[in-house]
């Protein structure tokens, strides 16, 4: 999908807000080294989708939880950023597909949906953002949700998945000991674009779009 946008000549922004620290899958790395190995892996999989502006909040992986500071710090890149499409994590636990509700994913989603409304577009919230930054107030017109229990719209990624492959294979310290990869993602998405009513042998990823205007 991003790769797609991206295609379109949409700009696109990444805000990672976990520095990954607690994961990886090679017990020899040191973990005081895990957060930058992340960092690099994020740029190089970014540039495989054409993605160069990423940004990263720095919050302990594993540990996230909604909070005040959170929230503002979101707002921030929503106001420098001025976004009129966010796509975020689902807030809500998808039981059909529990890799998608990490912990850390379920609190990045609900504080980026209060980000969204009301914070960022809301003048006397967070009001360090104006006067000591001059990030004035901004609406975000539309969300995508990714990893909801439900879906409303559906993408054919199938002739993007070799670069999708390729930008999960950039992640290496946490794909690199999967035997099978491909066929894990094939199936998923595969199971997508049945629901989605795509011919047999698409490959589609899901969303829950909403207006937030």
Known sequence: TIAGWVEEGISVTYCIITDGDAGGADPTVPRGDIA???QAEQRAAGAVLGV?????LG??????????????DLSRV??????????MQSPDRNWKLIYASHPDHLAAGEATIFAIYPDARNPFAHTSLIKDE???????????VMGSPTSNHYVDVTDKFEMKLAALHAHASQTA???????RITGWLSAQAAE?????????????VADTA
């Open 134 to 144: 001059g990030l004035e107030d901004w609406t975000v017109d539309e969300v995508w």
């Open 59 to 72: 919050y302990r992986d594993g540990e996230l939880t909604v909070t005040h500071d959170l929230r503002r």
């Open 36 to 38: 930058g190995i992340r």
């Open 196 to 208: 989605a009513g795509l011919p047999e042998g698409r490959l589609a990823e899901a969303f829950m």
């Open 52 to 56: 160069s502006d990423i940004r990263f």
């Open 78 to 87: 929503i106001r420098q950023v001025r976004p009129q499409r966010v796509l």
């Open 177 to 183: 000991h999967m035997d099978d990869l491909a066929g």
